[in-house]
Antibody, heavy 122, light 107 residues
Framework: EVQLLESGGGLVQPGGSLRLSCSASGFTFGNYAMAWVRQAPGKGLEWVSDISGSGLETYYADSVKGRFTISRDTSKNTLYLQMNSLRGEDTAVYYC???????????????WGQGILVTVPS | EIVLTQSPGTLSLSPGERATLSCRTSHSITAYLAWYQQKPGQPPRLLVYGASTRATGIPDRFSGSGSGTDFTLTISRLEPEDFAVYYCQQYGTSLLTFGPGTKLEIK
C-alpha cells in the first residue's frame, strides 16, 4: 500500500522559510515522479511543483517560481519542498502526491498524502 | 497557462439520480485530463485519467468522456458516499492546472 506522510508544516512569519518533507513507502520511490499540490482554506487545488524520478527535471507554478525548491532523496525515500520568502497567500494545506510515471511532464496523481498545514499570517 | 472551467459550481441531486459534471479547457489537451473526488478533511482521490480510464478500485458507476476541450464525468446512480467536491486536472502541458471544482450536494 502506498503511503505518503508529510511533515514540517506550521506557523511562519511573512518573509520566513520552511521545509516540508514527504516520507514515501509502499512503492519504489525512485521509479516515480512526485509533486506538491496545495489547497488554501476553503479553496480549490493548486499544483505547486513536480520533480522527475531522477530528480533532474523540475517544474514550478509561476506563483512560487524563484521562492520554492523541490528536491528528492531516493536513499531516504523522501520528497522535499523548501519554501522561502513566504507570503500570506502561501497559507494552505500542502499535499505530497505520487505521479503515474517516472518522467515529466504530464503527470496526474494516483496517490496523495493527508496533507500538512502551512500558515503565514498576512 | 491552460484554464479549466467546471460547471455547474454546485449540483443538487438525490441518491439514485444521475450526475453529469462538465470540465472545459481553454486550449485543446487531447485526452490529458484527470478527475478527482475530495471529501471534507480528506485528500483528493483519483477517479479517472486519460479522460475516460477509471483508476484502480473506482466503481463502474463513474465514467469519463470527452477530448479536446470538452470533458464530462458521469455518475450513473448516485450513492450516499458520492456527495463530495469533484475536480478536473489537465496534464497536457508542463504547467499543470486544476478546475475550480463542482460541489455535488444532497438535494
Amino acid at each position: 500500500e502506498v503511503q505518503l506522510l508529510e511533515s514540517g508544516g506550521g506557523l511562519v512569519q511573512p518573509g520566513g522559510s520552511l521545509r516540508l518533507s514527504c516520507s514515501a513507502s509502499g512503492f519504489t520511490f525512485g521509479n516515480y515522479a512526485m509533486a506538491w499540490v496545495r489547497q488554501a482554506p476553503g479553496k480549490g487545488l493548486e499544483w505547486v511543483s513536480d520533480i522527475s524520478g531522477s530528480g533532474l527535471e523540475t517544474y514550478y507554478a509561476d506563483s512560487v517560481k524563484g521562492r520554492f525548491t523541490i528536491s528528492r532523496d531516493t536513499s531516504k525515500n523522501t520528497l522535499y519542498l523548501q519554501m522561502n520568502s513566504l507570503r500570506g497567500e502561501d497559507t494552505a494545506v500542502y499535499y505530497c502526491a505520487k505521479g503515474q510515471q517516472w518522467l515529466l511532464p504530464r503527470l496526474y496523481f494516483d496517490s496523495w498524502g493527508q496533507g500538512i498545514l502551512v500558515t503565514v499570517p498576512s | 497557462e491552460i484554464v479549466l472551467t467546471q460547471s455547474p459550481g454546485t449540483l443538487s441531486l438525490s441518491p439514485g439520480e444521475r450526475a453529469t459534471l462538465s470540465c472545459r479547457t481553454s486550449h485543446s489537451i487531447t485526452a490529458y485530463l484527470a478527475w478527482y473526488q475530495q471529501k471534507p478533511g480528506q485528500p483528493p482521490r483519483l477517479l479517472v485519467y486519460g479522460a475516460s480510464t477509471r483508476a484502480t478500485g473506482i466503481p463502474d458507476r463513474f465514467s469519463g468522456s470527452g477530448s479536446g476541450t470538452d470533458f464530462t464525468l458521469t455518475i450513473s446512480r448516485l450513492e450516499p458516499e458520492d456527495f463530495a467536491v469533484y475536480y478536473c486536472q489537465q496534464y497536457g502541458t508542463s504547467l499543470l492546472t486544476f478546475g475550480p471544482g463542482t460541489k455535488l450536494e444532497i438535494k
